[in-house]
């Protein structure tokens, strides 16, 4: 057996275990609202597209039952291996159906889980699998995030709402990156950003629509700012670059 597929599996077995621990250990933790979740019924057809798509993942979350938590932290880690739902709504059900607390501890083991997935995965099967994702200029305009330096600045693009977190964790698996310095810097990088989101679901769930309306308009501003300022957000990362790996 070659290296490579020695990694693969052993990697492969700690996830299996990783995912059947969450699996056993959900069964002791805070429910779905069942009652309130299946009380909307055929109402989702007055609700608005984004709202019936939230109330349609707590529904389908609160069919699973007492292990409905380790389902949405899965979904959670999926959307950031394979992005099949947005990241945005998966954070704000976190919030809607499991309250602030659990769910942003849920969100916040899911996107760590999938984070870490998405590193293994780019650092074992290489750029050739990386680059289905990332365009190679993307990759060689940020392979200089290798150094003490570029681990500062990979915190910060966690940190920065709207920017491509699933593609920077791929990108980071072809680096010399730790697994214990990219779970720090993507970890941390992300709490704010699923804090806000989980706040809001929160909100919506105890009806206090205004706060979730607030989140809502502080969140877009925030987006609006990020992208006013990305031109000089990205100089300001090539100034940073190490002469080195300037072109």
């Known amino acids: 057996m070659t290296t490579q597929k020695r990694r693969l599996l052993i990697r492969g077995i700690i996830l299996a275990f990783v995912v059947t621990l969450v699996f056993l250990l959900s069964r002791h933790g805070p429910q779905p609202l069942n009652v309130f979740l299946g009380s909307l019924g055929d109402e989702f057809d007055d609700l608005d597209p984004i709202d019936s798509r939230r109330e ?14 380790a389902v949405f932290l899965l979904l959670q880690a999926l959307q950031v291996v394979a992005a099949p739902i947005p990241g945005e709504l998966t ?35 290489g750029q050739p699998f990386v680059e289905r994702f990332v365009r190679k200029e993307v990759l060689d305009k940020f392979n200089f995030l290798t150094t003490d330096t570029g681990a500062m600045i990979c915190f910060l693009l966690f940190l920065i709402p709207g920017f491509p977190k699933d593609l920077l964790c791929y ?33 919506i769930r105890s009806q206090e ?33 190490p002469t080195d790996f300037r072109r």
């Open 56 to 69: 349609k993942l707590g529904k389908f979350l609160a069919s699973f039952g007492p292990h409905s938590s």
């Open 91 to 125: 954070g704000v059900v976190g919030g809607f159906v499991y309250g602030k607390g659990f769910g942003f501890l849920l969100s916040t083991l899911g996107l760590t889980l999938g984070s870490w997935v998405a590193f293994e995965l780019a650092s074992i099967l």
């Open 171 to 203: 990108v980071l698996g072809l680096s010399p990156m730790r697994l214990s310095t990219f779970l720090i810097v993507s970890t941390i990088g992300r709490i704010p950003g699923t804090y806000l989101l989980t706040i809001q679901g929160a909100s």
């Open 209 to 241: 629509y205004r706060t979730a309306a607030l989140i809502a308009v502080v969140s877009a501003a925030i987006l609006l700012l990020a992208y006013l300022y990305r031109t000089r957000l990205f100089h300001w990362i090539e100034s940073r670059r």
